[in-house]
């Protein structure tokens, strides 16, 4: 710690924001030592040596990518170590320390210290993550630096893409001096050339209004995005007037997650909210669009005089989970809910939870695009999400 505070310039704080470590030494050498640390990870992560034959094996060593890292004494070219059939993902500790998602989150917490609006807990975090007190300017400079790399990514061009699934959530951000609620509006794609996942773009807005969903859809567009053969998301008022009017052509599929939560606020009795729930899923597990409405039909005649409400909801909303009926049989599953953006959407908010309220929704979006960049890198090199040569 007295060694951090001895350190004068600017660029030696924002240096050790952004690496949190290594200083010295001579390119050459760091190169072969965190080659060589990398290799020790990944044989721990095995649990196995090169080679070696256990039992208890974790996988298999699948050769190298390269990788640069940013350190103190420059860019070094790394080989980052792969593997295959491995029960979790390989990640070393080295980039971890210095990740995207890391590095915003350290910016987010300095702009809350900077403004005032810390609170004993911040200030904390702020010592745990970064050791000393830094000042606005450092701040700025760090912040420009990560959103020129982010607005890079968000502004890179799209492949074409077969599914889209789209969805919003909620973050706490003060704005002209209040606290509101912000949306950040996700949408993930599976790719047409080998199925499989990529977050397409975010964006931090005020409300999920029409307009900005709109505006969110055609940037996509602009971006190469295509015409996608289904889109999968709530049904949001804004969200669904922006889909008639950014992708017409394309079917529609109402979340059967989120039709069944719908459904509750309209049973009449707690003790009917179980069999309800579970006449519903038999009608989604239907095996074809003709079984699931004769399903849907029967349903409504038997609720009709217990729960009008309820039945009359029935008949107008369920058909609009049905589209994915049209897809093939074994893509159904994944594809009849908004359930991937959900999990995106939780593990984004278990980055951005230290922070609480954000300063302002440009700091909002630099951590959470920090956080879906390390996402979506993971999703677009590893195991196919959907087999779309199926019939």
């Known amino acids: ?123 904390k975090v702020m010592e745990d993550l970064c050791g000393f007190e830094v000042s606005s300017g450092q701040v700025s400079n760090l912040s420009s630096q990560l959103d020129e790399e982010f607005t890079k990514w968000r502004q890179r061009d799209l492949p074409d893409i077969k599914h889209m699934t789209c969805d919003a959530s909620y973050y706490k951000v003060r704005h002209d001096g209040v606290v509101r609620d912000c949306a950040v509006l996700i949408a993930i794609g599976v790719r047409s050339e080998d199925g499989k996942r990529m977050i397409l773009g975010v964006s931090c807005k005020l409300s999920e209004a029409e307009v900005h969903w709109r505006d969110f859809f055609l940037s996509l567009k602009e971006r190469g995005l295509g015409i996608p053969d289904s889109i999968t998301s709530d049904a949001h008022e804004g969200l669904k007037a922006a889909l008639r009017s950014s992708f017409n052509s394309t079917p529609w599929q109402r979340c059967q997650f989120h039709l069944q939560q719908n459904a509750q606020a309209y049973v009449p009795k707690i003790d009917m909210k179980q069999e309800v729930a579970s006449d519903i899923k038999r009608v989604f597990n239907s095996s074809d669009r003709d079984h699931a409405e004769m399903e849907l039909e029967r349903l409504v005649a038997k609720h009709q005089k217990a729960a009008p409400e309820l039945a009359n909801w029935m008949e107008s909303a369920i058909p609009e989970g049905l589209t994915v009926f049209s897809l093939p049989a074994k893509v159904r599953t994944r594809l009849r809910t908004s359930n991937m953006c959900e999990t995106l959407n939780g593990n984004i908010k278990r980055r951005t939870k230290v922070v609480g309220v954000f300063p302002n929704a440009e700091s909002l979006l630099r951590l959470v695009t920090g956080v879906v960049i390390e996402i979506s890198d993971e999703w677009e090199i590893g195991k196919t999400y959907l087999n779309l040569n199926t019939k």
Do not use: C, W
């Open 1 to 123: 710690m007295d060694e951090q505070k001895n350190v004068n310039t600017q660029n030696d704080l924002i240096n050790l924001l952004l690496t949190n470590g290594i200083d010295d030494g001579m390119q050459p050498v760091m190169q072969i030592l965190l080659n060589a640390a990398m290799l020790m990870e990944r044989a721990n992560h095995l649990n196995a040596q090169p080679h070696e034959r256990s039992s208890e094996r974790n996988g298999y060593s699948n050769g190298f990518k390269p990788r640069t890292y940013h350190s103190s004494v420059g860019k070094i070219d790394l080989q980052y170590p792969q593997v295959r059939d491995s029960d979790t993902p390989f990640r070393t500790s080295l980039f971890e320390k210095g990740s995207r998602s890391d590095r915003a989150l350290k910016v987010a917490i300095a702009t809350m210290y900077i403004q005032g609006v810390s609170t004993r807990k911040v200030t």
